[in-house]
């Protein structure tokens, strides 16, 4: 089977064996890249049309119990300045973006058990009782099934997760040994099975990973069947065990988007901050290969300056409406529109 073949019967089909995957993955033109762009971008163009859905990134803390090798917010960073929002400046984030048409918030964060399952609860409702019309997505990584099961009774619609690899061994290159790619992936299944909307993903790039995990990572997928994929390039943090190591590309990160969309017509799969981070124009080229989602970020400006999971990342010294006005302007650029909508997946 020749490339342009694979990338069709992944469309026509919505799989591939591992063996066809990987030979995909490993010898790839550019050529190829574009031609999986076109067909992805085909699809979510018949799915979702020229609207982009939009969610309102609020980084809630960046205090973590966790110690994840990539990540700038791990604990053993010593260097992080650390902050969590007040509730009135959650709210403040939530009344302006509400303001500036955004139906989706994300609330983001380290893990941090400052916000217990009771304080989550009185944001949530509290949130939910003034937006009734908005959607809550939760970022706040992995808790036990009661936990979820109360943040979901209090009106949270959605959680993301990223999976970061399917794979086991490569899973502990890049995690401490108390945390398990078995723990990780319960947390997906309870989340599905309670009823959100649930997103896994990964990084594209990280250190140790080759082209058979990212084809794991497009079967593990398949099975599990996502509402939200979130796919970034991996990208170094100074003060983690993996500053050395190098950015996953903008052109795998791309190509990953679009074959996710190939295999999963109707996934929400946004446009990152790390592919625009990567390339300038990583954003735009994310829809153009697929994507339909972004996620300008909401936080306040100190918050947003040390929310750092990797070095470089953009916007930091921008305030709200600069990140929306920015965002808006790529999108029109190739022709898509913002929408004010909470976007579910259908
Ligand atoms: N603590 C939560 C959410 C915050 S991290 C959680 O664990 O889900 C959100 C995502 O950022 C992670 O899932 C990871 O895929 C990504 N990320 C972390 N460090 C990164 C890095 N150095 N480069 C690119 N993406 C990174």
């Known amino acids: 089977m020749d490339n342009m073949t694979r990338i069709d019967c992944l469309a026509k089909d919505g799989t591939l064996p591992k063996g066809e995957l990987i030979e995909l993955l490993s010898s790839y033109s550019e050529a190829d890249r574009i031609y999986a762009a076109e067909r992805a971008r085909k699809i979510s163009l018949s799915v979702f049309g020229r609207k982009i859905y939009t969610r309102g990134l609020i980084e809630i803390s960046n205090y973590c119990r966790n110690d994840c090798y990539y990540c700038g917010i791990r604990r053993s960073n010593t260097k992080a300045v650390r902050y969590r929002l007040s509730l009135d400046e959650i709210y403040y984030c939530c009344d302006w973006g509400y303001g500036a048409g955004f139906r989706t918030f994300v609330l983001q964060g380290g893990e941090d058990s400052f916000f217990t399952d009771d304080l989550l609860v009185e944001i949530i409702s509290r949130i939910k009782e003034k937006y ?5 997505t939760l970022s706040l990584g992995e808790k036990e099934r009661a936990s ?7 009106g949270a619609d959605r959680y993301l997760l990223r999976h970061e690899t399917a794979n086991e ?7 401490p040994s108390f945390l398990t790619l078995a723990n990780r992936k319960r947390c997906l299944y309870d989340l599905k099975e309670i009823g959100f909307q649930t997103g896994c993903g990964l990084m594209v790039g990280s250190p140790f990973q080759t082209r058979e995990h990212l084809a794991e990572d497009l079967l593990f997928m398949k099975e599990f069947g996502p509402h939200m994929v979130g796919i970034g390039p991996f990208i170094p943090h100074s003060e ?7 950015a996953g590309s903008a052109e ?20 990152t901050t790390a592919l625009g981070t990567v390339r300038s124009d990583g954003r735009e080229q994310g829809i153009l290969a697929g994507a339909n989602v972004v996620m300008p970020n ?5 918050a947003r300056k040390n929310y750092l999971l990797y070095d470089n990342k953009i916007g930091t010294a921008d305030d709200a409406s600069e990140s929306l006005a920015t965002v808006k302007a790529k999108i029109e650029s190739i022709g898509y529109e913002m929408v004010v909508e909470r976007g579910d997946y259908k």
């Open 298 to 302: 909401l936080s306040p400006l100190d």
């Open 252 to 271: 795998d990160s791309l190509f990953m988007v679009s074959l996710v969309r190939l295999m999963h017509p109707r996934v929400l799969l946004p446009a």
């Open 240 to 246: 983690t065990p993996f500053r050395d190591y190098q």
């Open 169 to 175: 061994t490569h899973y502990c290159k890049l995690h």
């Open 148 to 154: 979820y099961q109360r943040l979901f009774v209090a």
């Open 132 to 136: 009734s019309d908005c959607a809550i």
